[in-house]
């Protein structure tokens, strides 16, 4: 609580994406100082709703802690709010126009988190999916600017393929925590048990089912770089470039072996990175 007394609100969103050490945030620094300023917050309240999940062991203290997030919400919309990330919201919904129902819909998708730990479809794992990322991928869309509704489209949809590559790399450090996000249709389909999972046991069914997971992220980028309007192209080359250096780390996971996801969890070198990030800045990201 001292914490947030002696930061203002802009300050405290940007020491909280500090402390997550997320690369997502290594490509704001392509943005002009407000729509970056604006980037910090979302991803403060991203990483706010989404520690409570996370951290918190009390499923009832959790849930009503959620719940006080959507009052805030409310207030935000209405001018006013106690938490400083949405003190600082408040002026950016505002220059931006972001729909309040998109911040609840994150909230919801951390309530799905308290309440499932196993999806049975992948249909019930897309919802999920459109949650906690999709929607996350249209505010930043917004933020980043667009002439095209369709651009919309485009952001949900790289939402998700952020998403399951997320999936797929955390697999094991998921497991550990109790969730498994592999769908259980899709487990049956390649025979591989949820003994098998928590065991952290891989065989070849185990990465016949993984490679059929990177394949269909694959895909789901190329799906949305086939819906983002080429006006709109230059706006969003920020999540274009995250893009980047997620679909470079599928590349990274299928090299090193797709059956050591259960064991660790692999990340890429800062070199590599920024690699990623140049090379798209210069090139474009292509697949």
Not at 5 to 26: A, D, H, I, R
Not at 186 to 193: G, H, R
Request: with cysteine; glycine share 6%.
């Amino acid at each position: 609580m001292l914490e947030e007394v002696l930061l203002n609100p802009q300050e405290y969103c940007l020491q909280k994406v500090k402390q997550s050490g997320s690369s997502f945030v290594t490509s704001f620094f392509l943005l002009s100082k407000p729509k970056r300023e604006a980037m910090v917050v979302l991803y403060a309240f991203c990483r706010e709703v989404d520690d409570i999940v996370d951290d918190c062991t009390d499923i009832q203290v959790a849930q009503t802690t959620l719940n006080w997030w959507r009052e805030q919400i409310s207030l935000v919309f209405s001018g006013q709010a106690d938490h400083p990330v949405c003190q600082a919201l408040i002026p950016i919904v505002q220059s931006f126009k972001l729909p309040e129902e998109e911040f609840l819909a994150i909230i919801d998708g951390m309530q799905m988190d308290l309440q499932q730990v196993r999806y049975e479809s992948f249909e019930q794992l897309n919802l999920y999916c459109y949650r906690v990322a999709g929607v996350v991928g249209r505010l930043s869309a917004r933020i980043f600017g667009f002439g095209h509704e369709q651009t919309l489209l485009y952001a949900q949809k790289l939402g998700l393929a952020l998403q399951l590559t997320n999936i797929i790399r955390d697999v094991g450090e998921d497991i550990r925590i109790g969730r498994i996000y592999l769908p259980e249709e899709e487990l049956k389909q390649f025979a591989v048990t949820q003994e098998q999972l928590l065991s952290y046991h891989s065989d070849q069914n185990f990465e016949a089912l993984m490679k059929f997971q990177v394949a269909r992220a694959k895909q789901t980028y190329q799906e949305a770089l086939d819906l983002l309007p080429k006006e709109d192209y230059q706006h969003q080359k920020v999540g274009l470039t995250m893009a980047s250096v997620y679909y470079g780390l599928l590349e990274e996971l299928e090299l090193d072996g797709l059956g050591k996801v259960l064991q660790q969890k692999l990340s890429l070198s800062t070199s590599r990175k920024l690699f990623l990030i140049i090379k798209s800045m210069i090139f474009g990201f292509k697949l």
